[in-house]
């Protein structure tokens, strides 16, 4: 049954946890071409964080319903919609909306889910996978027996591209913070290095392929580490830090921001990514790209890292964005809304 209004946590202004609270607000109605989607899991990026804190310029104009991603069933289709049926399981990433119990796509903004995934695992697709999954296979041309770094290896988008190039036969090694995270890496078949020590292990055996998503000087060591005709993909930057009210933030935070210029590369690329702007804007790109990833996923039983601890009902997202703020995840933090 269909309600006329909804749980969902709109932000009406940016800050700290407090301003992340549950309200009810009218459900969403399809229009002829689009897809009302019953929300089961709501995968939780770091990004949620910087759009929650006011950092993330790609985010909308406040308010708006947080959220980047989600998994979910069919509830409702408009008249004129032939690729998906109620009842069908499907992924979303969009711009935002997935911080609800449901949410309006059109047709071709939504995904048809792979039968081999659970819902808390769907919901880890578009944010993460896809992210490691493009950077990996479509920007960089891993072969194997080439050798990867991946930055923050025990996150959401790190167990994802850890698990992709250990099954393509790459030798990995993935960065962490603690011995717990470093054993979690090593149980997914890489090798962990701390940040302070990984370009001084590896300066022997330089990475072919570096994963950077921590910015400052992570980012100007991993580019000055990556061997000759290696590829750097640059996709965030965890360690920059901003308190509003303090300019000089501002200025250190603009100072670590990854930046490159030719005279740093010789014979090597450098490359950028931000997964959110091909699924909105890029969607003809996206799905022959989502067609091969869960076409491998499945042939090699590859399934996204969610452990139970880190599913929260949707009541308790200030702890969920906690949680990922001050680095206590291994893997994909969820909310679920029915709860
Ligand atoms: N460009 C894109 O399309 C795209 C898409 C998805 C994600 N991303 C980026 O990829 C990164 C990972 O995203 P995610 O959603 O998977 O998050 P996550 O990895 O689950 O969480 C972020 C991790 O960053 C690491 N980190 C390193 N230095 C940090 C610092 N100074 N402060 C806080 N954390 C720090 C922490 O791991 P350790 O404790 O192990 O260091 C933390 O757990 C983020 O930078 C995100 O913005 C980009």
């Known amino acids: 049954m269909r309600l006329n209004s909804m749980k969902a946590i709109v932000l009406e202004k940016t800050g700290g946890l407090d301003v992340l609270a549950v309200t009810q607000v009218p459900t969403p109605q399809p229009g002829a071409n689009e897809v009302l989607i019953r929300i089961h899991c709501v995968g939780v990026n770091y990004a949620d964080i910087l759009s929650r804190q006011g950092l993330y310029n790609w985010a909308n104009k406040i308010p708006y319903i947080l959220g980047l991603e989600s998994s979910g069933t069919v509830a409702a289709i408009g008249s004129n919609v032939r690729k998906f049926e109620v009842g069908d399981r499907v992924v979303v990433g969009s711009k935002n909306g997935n911080y609800a119990e449901f949410i309006v796509q059109p047709e071709d903004g939504v995904l048809p889910a792979p039968e081999t995934l659970d819902f808390p695992e769907l919901a880890c697709l578009c944010g993460n996978w896809m992210t490691a999954w493009i950077a990996l296979f479509e920007l960089a041309r891993m072969r194997s027996g080439e050798i990867a770094l991946i930055q923050s290896g025990a996150g959401g988008v790190g167990t994802a591209a850890i698990q992709l190039a250990v099954s393509l036969g790459m030798r990995v090694y993935a960065t962490s913070s603690t011995p717990g995270k470093m054993e979690y890496i090593r149980s997914l078949g890489a090798t962990p290095l701390s940040y302070e020590e990984f370009d001084g ?37 965890s360690s920059i830090r901003v308190n509003q009210l303090n300019p000089f933030s501002w200025y250190n935070a603009w100072r670590n921001l990854p930046k490159v210029s030719s005279k740093d590369l010789n014979s090597q690329a450098y490359m950028t990514l931000h997964v959110g702007f091909l699924l909105e804007d890029h969607r003809e790109r996206i799905v022959p790209i989502w067609t091969r990833m869960v076409e491998y996923m499945t042939e090699h039983g590859l399934k996204p890292i969610v452990q139970p601890a880190f599913i929260y009902p949707m009541s308790e997202v200030r702890t969920a964005h906690q949680v990922i703020e001050t680095r206590k995840n291994i893997g994909k933090v969820i909310l679920d809304p029915s709860r």
């Open 201 to 237: 292990v590896l300066a022997t055996h330089p990475p072919d392929f570096i994963l950077e998503s921590v910015g400052g000087e992570v980012h100007r060591r991993s580019l000055n580490l990556l061997a000759p005709l290696g590829r750097l993909v640059t996709i965030g930057a």
